[in-house]
């Protein structure tokens, strides 16, 4: 599985961006999906996940209620809506696939990683 993810950029503090992160291959839908961060100097964090039919979302404190995930089957993409963004938000964003159907917050269980999109939020 390869994956590519866009839509980040440069957003005021409250603002929305809408991360895409697209894969190929025919087996999409049997793969839960995370989006992933890393700041400067920090270590990658878990932001969200969702299992393969989109039925089951997991969130970290820190997003809940301002991020959602989701993921459209057909078209082999998961999406990170965000709103209410803050700087503390500001980090390098990468989407990762496992093929197990159950998703997980932990980084190590994750198959298959993309390349990051920027995401910086001002104050």
């Known amino acids: 599985v390869q994956l590519q993810a866009s839509g980040g950029g440069l957003v005021q503090a409250g603002g929305s961006l809408r991360l895409s992160c697209a894969a190929s291959?025919?087996?999409?839908?049997?793969?839960?999906m995370g989006w992933f961060r890393q700041a400067p100097g920090k270590e990658r964090e878990f932001v969200a996940a969702?299992?393969?039919?989109?039925?089951?979302?997991y969130y970290a404190d820190s997003v809940k209620g301002r991020f959602t995930i989701s993921r459209d089957n057909a078209k082999n993409t998961v999406y990170l809506q965000m709103n209410s963004l803050k700087p503390e938000d500001t980090a390098v964003y990468s989407c990762?696939?496992?093929?197990?159907?159950?998703?997980?917050?932990?980084?190590?269980?994750?198959?298959?990683w993309g390349q990051g999109t920027q995401v910086t939020v001002s104050s």
């Open positions: 990762a696939a496992r093929s197990v159907r159950i998703a997980t917050m932990g980084v190590p269980e994750y198959d298959y």
């Open positions: 291959g025919r087996t999409f839908s049997t793969y839960s």
């Open positions: 969702i299992s393969w039919s989109g039925g089951s979302t």
